[in-house]
C-alpha cells in the first residue's frame, strides 16, 4: 500500500477535509484510516488528544459510502458517547447510541434507524452490545452485508492489569468469533507491553497491525518532589506558577479529597471536590462547573477524569502514589491538551511507597497477580527517585525511545517507526532510556540534581537496623521501632524514647551524624523503594530482606539524589 500515489485522489481525504474540515491527517491516522478502510484489523495506541476518533469516523464513513454498512462504536463511557453522537450530527453524519440513558421508545427509534440502514455510526456500550437483541440485529446486518467495521473505543478496559477493567469487556471476543470478515479497530491512550499483551490475547487481534504514536506530551513539564510539609508544597506550588488557573489535584481517598478542598479554599484557592461518594448531582455540578468556569481546581479521585476533555487544564498534581506508570501518565495526561505549557507536578515520600507496597501485599489477590503489581510499582518508584530525564523514563516504560526533536520538526510529531510489526512487534527489543538523552523540560533536566553516593550510608542503615532488630528480641520481645527512632539514633539524638529503650548504647548510635534527617529519609525511602527493606505490621516495624545482604556486603553501589530545597518564587519557563 502505497498511500502518497493516491493522496490527492483518496476518499479518505475527502471526507476528511468535506466533512470535517481539516486539511491534513495528523501523525499516523493517514495510514490507520487507509488501513482500516481496506479491511485490515489495528490495534491503535495514542496519547490522549492524538486523534483517535478519526481513526474510525472517516473509516466508518467511507465504508458506508461504499456500500459496506454501519460502524458500531463500543465505547465504556456514556458522556462521550453523547458529545461525539451530538457532534457528528453537527456536521451530518448520521449516529446514534443506545445505552441506559434512553428510554424504551427511543432506543426503539434508534433500532429500526439500523435496521433500515440509514445509520453509519452506532456506539454502544459494552453490555448493551452482548444483548440477545443486539446480537441479533447485527447478524441480520451482517447477512446482508451491511455490517461495515466495529470500533473498541478505551480497549485496555479488557486488561485486568490495566487500572479500568470492564468485565463485559471480555466478552468482546465474541465479535470476531460470530464477524470474522469485518474489520476492527482498537483504541486506546494507555497500554504498557504487559496490558498491550493482553489486549491482543482477549480481543483476539493477533492479526491486527500494530500502530504507536508517539506518547510524548512535550508541551507537559514533569516534576516529582519528596513530601515535607504537602499542603504548604501543594499552595506554593500553585500560587507560584498557577494562580487562578485549572487544575486536577489527585489525592488516594475520599477524606483526603474532601479535606484538601476545604483547606485550599481557605487559603483563597478556588477548589471543589470530587469523587464517588458524593452525590451524582453534586459530582455533576462540580464537574459541570470545573468545565464551563475558568480557573478552577478540582480536588478529587481518580473516579475524576475518564473522558474529561478540557483544553486548559493547566496543570495536574498528585498528593499521593498512583498505582503504576500507566494510570500516572493518564491523569497527567489530562493537562495541556491545548498544547501550551503545563506542569505535571507529584509530591511523594516513604508512606507512599510503604502503603502502595502493603496495599499490594496485604490483598486477597492471586501471587502472580501481585508481581505484575509490585512489577508496576517498582517502575513508578524508580521514575520518583531517577536522576536522570523523567520523560526519557516514562517513554522508555511505554517502549518508546525519546529523540530530542530537531528544531524542523512540526508539532505534533509523528509517530516513531515502531507500527506495522503486527500486535507484539517491537516488544523483544530492549528500549532502554536513551543514555543521556535529555527533554529539557523535567525538574532533572532544568535542575540536574547532585548525586551522592549512599552505598555507605545504606550500610550504616541496615546494620542499625539489624542490631535494633537484635536489641529488640533480647529486651522488649516484639517492640518495635520505626523510621523516626531510626532516624534519631543513626544521628546519635537523645529523645527519651532512645534513652528509654537503651537505644543510645548501640554500637550503631551516632554512626551517621555527618547526614540530615531529610537524607536519612532519602536513603531508607529508597531501600524501601527497592525492597530492601520493608515495614511491617501496625508500628510499620523496619526489618530487612533478603536482598539487602548485597549492600552490607558492598557488593551494590546505590547513587541518591542530593535533596534539594524547593527554590522560592516563579521558575522561569524554558520555551525553545
Ligand atoms: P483522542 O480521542 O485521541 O483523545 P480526539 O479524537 O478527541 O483525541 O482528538 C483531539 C482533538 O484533535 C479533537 O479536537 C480533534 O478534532 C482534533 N484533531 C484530530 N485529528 C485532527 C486532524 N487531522 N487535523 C486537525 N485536528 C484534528
Ligand atoms: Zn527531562
Redesign the pocket.
Known amino acids: 500500500m502505497t498511500p502518497t500515489d493516491t493522496r490527492a485522489a483518496s476518499p479518505a481525504l475527502q471526507v ?1 477535509s468535506d466533512v ?1 474540515g ?5 501523525g499516523q ?1 493517514a495510514a490507520i484510516v487507509e488501513h482500516v478502510i481496506d479491511g485490515g484489523d489495528a490495534l491503535v495506541l ?10 474510525y469516523q472517516v473509516p466508518a464513513i467511507v465504508r458506508q459510502r461504499q456500500g459496506k454498512g454501519i460502524t458500531v462504536v463500543v465505547s465504556p463511557l456514556i458522556a462521550l458517547m453523547h458529545d461525539q453522537v451530538g457532534a457528528l450530527e453537527e456536521v451530518g453524519v448520521h449516529a446514534a447510541f443506545l445505552n441506559s440513558t434512553l428510554d424504551l421508545a427511543a432506543a426503539q427509534a434508534v433500532e429500526r434507524e439500523v435496521i433500515a440502514g440509514r445509520l453509519t455510526m452506532l456506539y454502544v456500550a459494552p453490555e448493551r452490545l452482548m444483548t440477545p437483541r443486539l446480537q441479533g440485529m447485527l447478524a441480520s446486518l451482517h447477512e446482508r452485508g451491511q455490517l461495515g467495521l466495529f470500533a473498541i ?1 478505551e480497549a485496555h478496559c479488557v486488561s485486568q492489569w490495566g487500572h479500568d477493567f470492564r468485565e463485559d469487556y471480555l466478552q468482546l471476543s465474541v465479535l470476531h468469533e460470530q464477524f470474522p470478515d469485518v474489520p476492527r479497530i482498537a ?1 486506546t ?1 494507555t497500554a504498557d507491553d504487559h496490558t498491550r499483551a493482553d489486549i491482543v490475547e482477549r480481543l483476539r487481534l493477533e492479526d491486527a497491525r500494530l500502530f504507536i504514536s508517539s506518547f510524548d506530551r512535550p508541551n507537559i513539564r514533569y516534576t516529582l518532589v519528596e513530601k515535607d510539609k504537602p499542603r504548604d508544597q501543594l499552595l506554593r506550588f500553585i500560587r507560584d506558577e498557577h494562580e487562578g488557573e485549572a487544575g486536577i489535584v489527585y489525592c488516594g481517598s475520599r477524606k483526603k479529597v474532601e479535606e484538601t478542598a476545604a483547606w485550599l479554599v481557605s487559603q483563597d484557592v478556588a477548589a471543589l471536590p470530587y469523587h464517588a461518594g458524593l452525590d451524582a448531582d453534586v459530582r455533576r455540578r462540580h464537574q459541570d462547573r470545573f468545565l464551563r468556569e475558568d480557573g478552577l481546581v478540582m480536588v478529587a479521585t481518580i473516579a475524576f477524569g475518564m473522558g474529561i ?1 478540557k483544553p486548559d487544564v493547566r496543570f495536574v498534581a498528585h498528593l499521593d502514589l498512583p498505582k503504576n506508570i500507566e494510570g500516572y501518565y493518564q491523569e497527567t495526561g489530562r493537562a495541556g ?1 491545548d498544547g501550551a505549557p503545563a506542569d505535571a507536578w507529584m509530591a511523594y515520600g516513604l508512606a507512599d511507597v510503604v502503603n502502595q507496597r502493603r496495599m499490594i501485599d496485604e490483598s486477597p489477590a492471586a501471587e502472580e497477580f501481585k508481581r505484575v503489581q509490585r512489577g508496576k510499582l517498582d517502575a513508578l518508584l524508580a521514575l520518583a527517585e531517577t536522576h536522570d530525564c523523567r520523560r526519557v523514563r516514562l517513554l522508555s516504560y511505554f517502549g518508546e525511545q525519546y529523540r530530542e526533536p530537531s528544531f524542523d520538526d512540526t508539532p505534533p510529531a509523528a509517530g516513531p517507526p515502531q507500527g506495522g510489526r503486527g500486535p507484539l512487534g517491537g516488544q523483544g527489543e530492549p528500549a532502554g532510556p536513551t543514555v543521556g538523552a535529555r527533554c529539557g523540560n523535567c525538574d532533572n533536566c532544568l535542575n540536574p540534581p547532585q548525586v551522592w553516593d549512599a552505598t555507605e550510608a545504606a550500610r550504616k542503615l541496615l546494620s542499625c537496623i539489624y542490631r535494633f532488630q537484635q536489641h529488640g528480641q533480647q529486651k522488649f520481645g516484639a517492640r518495635s521501632f520505626g523510621a523516626g527512632q531510626l532516624i534519631d539514633v543513626l544521628r546519635g539524638k537523645v529523645t527519651d524514647k532512645v534513652t528509654q529503650y537503651g537505644h543510645d548504647t548501640l554500637s550503631t548510635f551516632g554512626i551517621g551524624a555527618e547526614l540530615s534527617e531529610s537524607q536519612w529519609r532519602a536513603v531508607l525511602r529508597q531501600l524501601v523503594a527497592l525492597g530492601l527493606v520493608v515495614a511491617e505490621g501496625e508500628f510499620n516495624t523496619l526489618a530487612m530482606t533478603d536482598e539487602a545482604r548485597a549492600v552490607l556486603k558492598g557488593e551494590v553501589t546505590l547513587m541518591l539524589k542530593t535533596p534539594t530545597e524547593a527554590p522560592a518564587g516563579r521558575r522561569g519557563r524554558v520555551t525553545r
Open positions: 476528511l470535517f481539516y486539511g491534513a491527517f495528523r491516522q495514542m496519547p490522549t488528544g492524538g486523534g483517535k476518533s478519526l481513526c473505543d483504541l491512550a476533555d491538551r
